[in-house]
DNA sequence: TATTGTTATACTCTATAACTATA
DNA sequence: TATAGTTATAGAGTATAACAATA
């Protein structure tokens, strides 16, 4: 119950984005400067490359992102944020982390610090038994990165998938 | 992260029931014997009416639960759980069980109640702000019942959602 | 007329296959 | 030969529409 309203809240934060939480991931990750291709985005994130084509191609048409070639080989696309994108970011995040308050708020800083801690002991211990892939490396960094999930058309919710 | 790890344990104790964990959140209703109609069902569930025809066609075939004219409606489908189903349940519940244990086992005794409890107040007042529909108030009696996810052909997570 | 259950159909999302260009 | 990216196609899952039976 608790995953399922995060998830709604989450969702609804960037429902504006195309491609929903998972744009979110997208723009972050190009925000961060850290794509040198596509590929290795869509293996970050667990999207098939081919879905990566079109969700780029719809950021890119809405000014948030660029792709660039990258001089090092001519195959690949660098994706970066535009300076428009980095705004609509920085909007993003402070509404999803309204959110994770709102959702905090029956706790107060002691409790939400406790509990914090505790999903991240289960957290390390789930990871490290059964490696869910590279996703949640990037989590260690920017929580919300990893935690948005998506919704379907039919008012589903679903989980980023982790590697393979 | 620890949600997509509870999720793919969840599914993998479920693997072999025709649906997944949504199969065995219609065995669970069943074998509890309170549905009076197949339509009820669905809309606890919040699945269409559609989709749990066909889901019940499977597990009727594998011979887990039976469909009974209702006397007082003859439009309505009691489902109930034959003895197999309920056997089957009962093993299914034993390793969801134990997927939970084994999530939970960095936390000793105390930390996992504390844990459970933090939770439970961070969902009651989720459902209160945000009510997510009938589902949840079967969560009161049956942690599990309404916890279990369902995973697509392509290794993704779906929640089974609230209500409308 | 409204509701339960079923079937057929359409739609959404995702993955597979084939292609171009680079390495 | 292998890889990055794109496009077209097929598949799974779900919902919509239409139908028969009953209220």
Redesign the interface.
């Known amino acids: 119950?608790?995953?399922?309203?995060?998830?709604?809240?989450a969702e609804a934060a960037v429902a504006d984005l195309p491609g929903g939480p998972r744009g979110y991931q997208v723009l972050a990750a190009a925000a961060a400067g850290k794509v040198n291709s596509q590929l290795e985005l869509a293996r970050i994130l667990g999207i098939d490359r081919t879905v990566m084509t079109y969700l780029l191609d719809d950021l890119e048409q809405r000014g948030l992102i660029e792709r660039q070639p990258d001089p090092a080989d001519r195959r690949a696309r660098r994706v970066t944020a535009t300076e428009k994108g980095t705004e609509v970011l920085g909007a993003l995040d402070e509404r999803l982390r309204a959110a994770e308050a709102?959702?905090?708020?029956?706790?107060d800083e002691e409790?939400v610090a406790?509990?914090r801690a505790?999903?991240q002991?289960?957290?390390?211990?789930?990871?490290a038994?059964?490696p869910?892939g590279p996703a949640?490396a990037v989590?260690e960094q920017a929580p919300q990165f990893?935690?948005t999930v998506?919704r379907?058309a039919?008012?589903?919710?679903?989980?980023?998938?982790?590697s393979?």
């Open positions: 119950m608790l995953f399922r309203t995060y998830a709604r809240a709102y959702l905090m708020a029956p706790l409790a406790a509990f505790q999903v002991i289960l957290a390390r211990h789930a990871n038994a059964d869910p949640c989590a990893a935690a998506q379907t039919r008012g589903r919710y679903k989980l980023s998938r982790s393979q």
